[in-house]
Structure formats: structure tokens, C-alpha cells
């Protein structure tokens, strides 16, 4: 039987104090006080950043798409999108990933079968959402020779993440915003800066921007992000389309609505903009479901697909979770934009 809600950890509470000052308009108060730390943070990063040497990566290029700050800002959503689009455009993509919050550090594949806690949440979204080859490795360098040796026909890599991990050799990068921008525009930990919002973006860079506008200095274009159909968390897990409802069709009952998001405000002012009327659980961002979060009484529960490859369909007794994919479009151009920085892929030389 499910328990009741969890006390939140002393650093799930750190962490909501902290993103509560992050995204404010200036520093003040106890941001003030963080902001010698922010110095010193600023200072070993940038020594790291220039001492980092790129290992050998993989022989096809790679995109790195990553935040500038901490926290989601709609990273794997736009991985997804781009690695449609990238198949769409006739190129063979895979993705690398560190896989947060997995058990392990060392390079492993993303089979369809695995567990989040073996490969990270997100990752393994990404995998089942779109069946190119993934896997993840602390060492990102790694995981990039490891996928392209298992996995020849791949001619084209996307890093999930990985901005700041500049050992990893790459050929162009995507920074990714929303709408809270640089919050504060402070360095960590005094602001969700990891590094600093660059002047201008280099020739090898490019912005996108996830939520309803443009929200830093940098240009770029935005991309357009809707629910999808509520699916039954058993016919999402076997890929069942038929058994998926229009959202309307789940405002005749009380809904919970549970996301462990860094931003999981987000997807609640998406249900209720979809006509929606719930109550809400936002948990820490990369939550493990170790146990179900809502009380045992709980009917119907809506939460995101990063959510849904953790729960345990054993586990939930009477409750229905209902599991709500987020559709992103791209805007028009970019991936092909992002195609013209990379290197064409090279014929592959037949093995003797």
C-alpha cells in the first residue's frame, strides 16, 4: 500500500530555498551573503575551462545541447525534437548522456529494457522516445567511442547535457533558455549560473529558447511546447496509442498532478492551460520513486513521461496515473542550421 506524502529532505528544502532567490530579477538578501562563494566558483571554473583538454571523441561530429544554468530549461524535450528532425533530414543520430542520478559512473548502453536507476531518467526517455541508440558514461569522450564502435551506421551525436564537461570534443553547441532566463544572473551559488552569459554567442554556437519568448540578450528562436494525449501509464509503458484520451475527457474527477522536475511549476501552469482543475505535488528534480509519493487514497494522478520510467506499476494499488508526453517543435530552421555547422559525414570504409 502506497504511504502518505514524504517529508521533504534537508536538501530537497536547501534546494527550494535557493531557486526561490536564483529567479529573481536581482540578487538580495541571502544571495548577497553567497556571493563571495560565487567569486571563488567562478575562479576555479574558468581555471578548469582552460586547462580542460578535449580527449579523442568519436570520428562524426557532435552537438552539445546544454544550459548555462541549473536546472531544467527544457534540455531532453529539445534533444528529442532535434533527433526527429535530424532522421527526418536522412542523418543516423545517437545520443550521449552522464545519465544524473544513476547508479554508477561507467559507460553502459540504453537498452529498452533498463532501469532508470541503472541509466538515468532522462536518458532513458530520450531512448524510448526515440529508438536511436543511446548510452551514458561520467566520461562523455567514452560513451562516445563506446556508442559509434557498437553502433557504425551512426554519422551524426548528440550530447544530452555535457556544456561544461569540456573534455568532450564538439563541433557546435546548443544553449537552451526559457522563460526564467538567467534568474538573478548571479554564478552558482549565489545565482543558477554554472558559467557566464557569454557577450556574444561564438560562430559555432547557437540559442533556443523553450518557453514563451526570448528571455536572455543572446539571439535566438523559440520553440513551441504542448501536452500531448493523457496516456494510462501500463498502455505508455507497451506503446499502446489507442488507449491514449484527450486531456478534456479527465476534468470529471479529482486529479493529482506530481512532478519531479527542476521546474515542475512548468507543467502545472500547462494542465491548468489546458482547462484542467488539480491539486499539485511538485517533487525534487530526478525524484526516484523509490516509494509513491501520494496517499494510498489517491484515484487519478497526472505526471510527465520523465516521471512515468520510474514508477513502479506494481505499486500503485487503485491508482490511476495518467502520463502526459510534452510535444516540442523545434523552430522552423534550426535543425537544419545546426546541420550546416557540422562536418559532413565521412563514407564509412568497408571492413576487410
Avoid at 568519436?58 to 531532453?76: F, R
Avoid at 551512426?154 to 544530452?160: K, N
Avoid at 519568448?213 to 496516456?231: F, N
Wanted: glycine residues 10%; hydrophobic residues 45%.
Amino acid at each position: 500500500m502506497a504511504p502518505g506524502p514524504e517529508r521533504p529532505s534537508w536538501a530537497a528544502r536547501l534546494e527550494a530555498l535557493l531557486q526561490r532567490h536564483w529567479w529573481q530579477p536581482r540578487p538580495r538578501g541571502l544571495m548577497r551573503l553567497l556571493w563571495p562563494l560565487s567569486l571563488a566558483y567562478g575562479g576555479l571554473a574558468a581555471l578548469a575551462r582552460r586547462q580542460a583538454v578535449p580527449q579523442a571523441g568519436p570520428a562524426v561530429p557532435v552537438l552539445v545541447v546544454g544550459n548555462l544554468v541549473v536546472g531544467g530549461a527544457g534540455k531532453t524535450p529539445t534533444v528529442i525534437a532535434l533527433v526527429l528532425a535530424f532522421q527526418a533530414a536522412g542523418r543516423r543520430p545517437g545520443v550521449i548522456s552522464r545519465g544524473h542520478g544513476r547508479q554508477g559512473h561507467g559507460v553502459s548502453a540504453v537498452t529498452a529494457d533498463a532501469s532508470a536507476q541503472a541509466v538515468g531518467d532522462e536518458p532513458l526517455l530520450i531512448r524510448r522516445r526515440t529508438q536511436v541508440p543511446v548510452w551514458v558514461g561520467r566520461d562523455r569522450s567514452a560513451a562516445a567511442r563506446g556508442l559509434c564502435a557498437a553502433h557504425p551506421e551512426v554519422d551524426v551525436l548528440l550530447a544530452d547535457d555535457g556544456l561544461q564537461h569540456r573534455r568532450l570534443r564538439r563541433d557546435a553547441e546548443l544553449l537552451v533558455f526559457d522563460d526564467r532566463g538567467v534568474g538573478n544572473g548571479q554564478l552558482l551559488p549565489a545565482g543558477p549560473l554554472r558559467e557566464p552569459l557569454p557577450v556574444a554567442l561564438g560562430p559555432q554556437q547557437r540559442v533556443i529558447y523553450t518557453g514563451q519568448g526570448v528571455s536572455t540578450p543572446l539571439p535566438g528562436g523559440s520553440g513551441r511546447r504542448r501536452l500531448g494525449r493523457a496516456w494510462p501509464l501500463c498502455a505508455w509503458l507497451r506503446d499502446e496509442a489507442h488507449a491514449a484520451v484527450e486531456l478534456h475527457s479527465l476534468t470529471d474527477r479529482p486529479l493529482l498532478a506530481v512532478a519531479g522536475l527542476a521546474a515542475p511549476q512548468k507543467f502545472f501552469d500547462m494542465l491548468s492551460a489546458a482547462g484542467l482543475v488539480f491539486d499539485s505535488l511538485p517533487l525534487p528534480d530526478h525524484h526516484p520513486y523509490a516509494t509513491l509519493p501520494w496517499p494510498a487514497s489517491t484515484r487519478d494522478v497526472l505526471t510527465t513521461e520523465k516521471d512515468a520510467v520510474k514508477i513502479d506499476l506494481a505499486a500503485l494499488a487503485g491508482t490511476r496515473v495518467w502520463v502526459l508526453p510534452l510535444d516540442f517543435q523545434l523552430p522552423p530552421g534550426l535543425a537544419d542550421d545546426l546541420l550546416s555547422l557540422l562536418p559532413a559525414p565521412q563514407p564509412k570504409t568497408p571492413s576487410p
